[in-house]
């Protein structure tokens, strides 16, 4: 059957490429010979020559009040929200099953292909920890559910993919608050996990990173020394199965930070102080100052030939969001509306994926609590401050060691971002 009656083959991938990432789902259902079409590689492959691949990044976002209002005494509630850079389109994505009171807290995202895997974390409403398993398909634009995370539950795991069909989770801490250092990597296409070895240590609060073939995992402490972060990292070798550890550049820079992005060039990219760096001949070199407007708490994506940079002026004020040519190296504002300048945290996993997305994901760098609320155990302590009176604490280095109620935190969420490129074939 012809996807367009009297249309050449050709000339009917040409019509299909053009539609946008958000209506894939409709045209699949349109016939079989339309659902046969879009799954075909050849139109990802297409998709991307002829430039019509599009960028996503996709945010957990603090919901704002109808009165544009941002802080909420009664917590902030986190959904996924969408971002596609190139035009400034911002949208919202389903709620994730089972939790449409909002995005568990510290949980881990990845993608794989042309999916989003969203994995544990700590359920809005009743604040247990999960080791729950969603994967949401762009082109079904549906969620499912996906094989849970082996073990019982953990948090604070570093976690990243390979963009093929694999995630690999490591590190974190059980319901006990015991650092852990063993490793699982998931199938997503397989629905399975499989054990890999430990890790030479516990680390607790590390980083995943998948970078030139290898899963890395940055940082981290164990049970015994909470907020004294190893200073070495390993390397899960995925073609000999094996852990390597190892002294290296991710450790340089101080106050490692928790967010690396991996360019289109292969380049790896962070920020220092005020500035984006770039990793070359193993040191990081100066690329660009970053906007005085996103300063604090500011976070790098890397999106075809771009970087993406989102933060604001200083902690407590709305988000704003620039994006930089990696050739001329200039900053261009993105537009934020009202009811996406919510409260974002982010993080990064740097996560070059080969198919559909790039993405990264991290711990969250601010939460904030009522005053009076005395729930945390932060060893060393955390940084403090007052803001509007509330009392804002860094989470350099803490973890929760009570399940608080509700009603005593303005905000106890994890987010994420992914930056994907939209059906862009290798």
């Known amino acids: 059957m012809d996807v367009f009656q009297d249309l050449p083959h050709d000339v009917a991938l040409q019509c299909l490429v053009r539609v946008p990432f958000d209506q894939f789902h ?28 599009q960028s996503l990044v996709v945010l957990s976002q ?22 596609e850079p190139d035009t400034g389109r911002w949208s919202e994505m389903p709620s994730l099953p089972e939790f449409e009171n909002g995005l568990p807290s510290f949980c881990g995202m990845v993608a794989v292909g042309s999916n989003l895997v969203v994995l544990g974390g700590y359920d809005s409403s009743t604040r247990n920890c999960g080791n729950s398993v969603f994967i949401f398909d762009f082109l079904l634009a549906k969620w499912r559910r ?36 063993s490793a699982w990597a998931y199938d997503v296409v397989e629905d399975n996990w499989s054990q890999l070895r430990d890790m030479a240590k516990e680390r607790d609060e590390c980083e995943g990173l998948f970078h030139c ?43 490692t930070p928790r967010c690396y992005a991996e360019g289109t060039n292969n380049k790896l990219y962070t920020y220092q102080a005020n500035d984006v760096v770039v990793l070359e001949d ?47 190296h200039i900053w261009t504002k993105v537009h934020v509306p009202i009811e996406y300048s919510g409260h974002v945290e982010l993080g990064c996993d740097d996560n070059k994926l080969s198919c559909a997305f790039e993405m990264i994901r991290s711990f ?29 604490m860094t989470t350099a280095h803490f973890r929760p060691s009570a399940t608080p109620p509700i009603s005593d935190q303005t905000g106890f969420g994890s987010s994420f971002k992914l930056v994907s490129d939209w059906i862009n074939g290798r």
């Open 146 to 181: 996906g094989a849970d995370m082996p073990g019982g539950p953990r948090s604070f795991f570093g976690c990243a993919s390979d963009g093929e069909r694999t995630v690999f989770v490591a590190g974190g801490h059980d319901l006990e608050k015991n650092a852990l250092k």
């Open 282 to 328: 193993g040191k990081w070199q100066f690329v660009a100052r970053m906007p005085v407007e996103v300063a604090a708490t500011s976070y790098l994506v890397a999106f075809l030939g771009h970087l993406l940079l989102i933060g604001s002026s200083k902690y407590g004020e709305p988000k704003n969001v620039y994006k930089m040519d990696l050739n001329e």
């Open 62 to 83: 603090a919901r704002v009040s109808p009165n544009g209002t941002r802080k909420c005494l009664d917590g902030l509630v986190y959904r996924l929200v969408v971002l």
């Open 26 to 53: 409709s045209v699949r259902s349109v016939c079989k010979a339309w659902k046969a079409r879009v799954d075909l590689p050849e139109l990802i492959r297409l998709r991307n020559d002829i430039g019509k691949a």
């Open 364 to 392: 969250p760098d601010l939460q904030t609590l009522e005053i009076t609320t005395t729930i945390w155990d932060a060893v060393p302590p955390p940084a403090i401050c007052s803001l509007e009176g509330v009392l804002i």
């Open 213 to 255: 073939g290898n899963f890395h995992v940055i940082g981290g402490y164990p049970t015994n020394m909470q907020g004294h972060l190893h200073q070495s990292n390993e390397v899960f070798d995925t073609s000999a199965r094996k852990w390597l550890e190892c002294d290296d550049v991710f450790l340089e820079i101080p106050d």
